[in-house]
């Protein structure tokens, strides 16, 4: 069965050919896994999906924001594509 995040991963690379995208390692067996980071070469910065489960909703964060209070929520695939994608393709190298 597929996961959400599987799907927003295809569809940002359809956008952005060029992004990287990696997935937290867990350290300890207890550790969530359920975090992935956007970026592309160049770009100073990125973005993160967190999801313990890979499905939405999604919490989103970035290395614009100053605070984790400033994390936002995605409901949709749609809406965790556009935000990964406007946000990297914001970035100047």
Known sequence: ???????????VREQLPDVDV?????????????????????????IQLESSS??????????AMSRSDQA?????VPEA???VTDYLTSLKG
């Open 1 to 11: 069965m597929s996961r959400d995040i599987d799907l927003i991963i295809s569809k």
């Open 22 to 46: 990696q997935q937290w390692q867990k350290m300890h067996p207890a550790d969530d896994d359920g975090m992935w980071f956007f970026s592309r070469e160049g770009n100073k910065g990125e």
């Open 54 to 63: 890979g499905n939405c909703p999604f919490t989103v964060e970035s290395d």
């Open 72 to 76: 936002t929520q995605v409901a949709t």
């Open 81 to 83: 594509v556009k935000s």
